[in-house]
């Protein structure tokens, strides 16, 4: 099945840009996708990729993938405090989404 | 639309208990998925169900069930609990399958005791 890693933690000062990335194993996902969830909630859909693109952007969110490599990322700009959360990336198919562990996105002011 | 809710928002049992779970996906959506929050196993998928019908299974015991009603709103059981139970437990939901985007709800936070 799909194994999918990100680094746990993240610091970044207000008004920068923030990069997460993440690698995973299965090539077969349609898509790949950005969860963000905050203290004591459940999971926000950010954003999302279909499997042949390169790239996506949306607002101050951009995502690239590299297939090759197996790497997604994503890059949120001009961060700001509302943006500290947990991101998690995911992927799968019809066995249901695998998650990465998450990484802590932490501004600082 | 509504989004995807879920009830209740907090629940806490004792070992032994059995517990069970609600969730009301989007309109129109008849596909939902259910996983497991652990801070040790992080996001876990559960199981899958269209039309009433479970299609998909993750890796847990039989003491974790569900079904899908007619509506296409969804529960899942967790009988003879135990304290590794204790979790938030997200419900999803997406149109046709868990390999399209899927919308989740609040999660249920459930502590075993």
């Known amino acids: 099945g799909e194994d999918v890693e990100q680094s746990l933690f993240l610091s970044v000062r207000e008004g920068d840009s923030s990069v997460i990335n993440c690698t995973y194993t299965?090539?077969?996902?349609?898509?790949l996708y950005w969860y963000k969830q905050e203290p004591g909630a459940g999971l926000q859909l950010l954003t999302y990729?279909?499997?042949?693109?390169d790239m996506k952007q949306d607002q101050r969110l951009t995502v690239l993938l590299n297939k090759k490599d197996k790497h997604l990322s994503l890059r949120i700009a001009d961060t700001q405090t509302g943006d500290s959360a947990i991101y998690f990336c995911?992927?799968?198919?019809?066995?249901?989404?695998?998650f990465g562990k998450g990484t802590h996105l932490i501004i600082q002011p | 639309k509504a989004g995807v809710t879920q009830t209740p928002r907090y629940l806490i049992k004792t070992r032994g208990q059995q517990v069970t779970l609600s969730c009301s996906p989007i309109?129109?959506?008849?596909?939902v998925s259910w996983y497991q929050q652990t801070p040790g196993q992080g996001l876990q998928f559960l199981f899958e169900?269209?039309?009433?019908?479970?299609?998909n299974k993750g890796n847990f015991p039989g003491r974790f069930s569900g079904r899908q009603f007619s509506n296409s709103r969804s529960e899942m059981n967790v009988s003879t609990l135990e304290l590794g139970d204790s979790a938030l437990y997200l419900c999803?939901?997406?149109?046709?399958?868990?390999?399209?985007?899927?919308?989740f709800g609040p999660g249920t936070r459930l502590l075993v005791l």
């Open positions: 999803a939901s997406s149109l046709r399958g868990p390999e399209e985007t899927q919308y």
């Open positions: 299965d090539s077969s996902s349609t898509y």
């Open positions: 990729i279909f499997s042949n693109m």
């Open positions: 995911a992927g799968g198919g019809a066995d249901g989404l695998t």
């Open positions: 309109s129109g959506h008849r596909s």
């Open positions: 169900y269209f039309s009433e019908t479970q299609r």
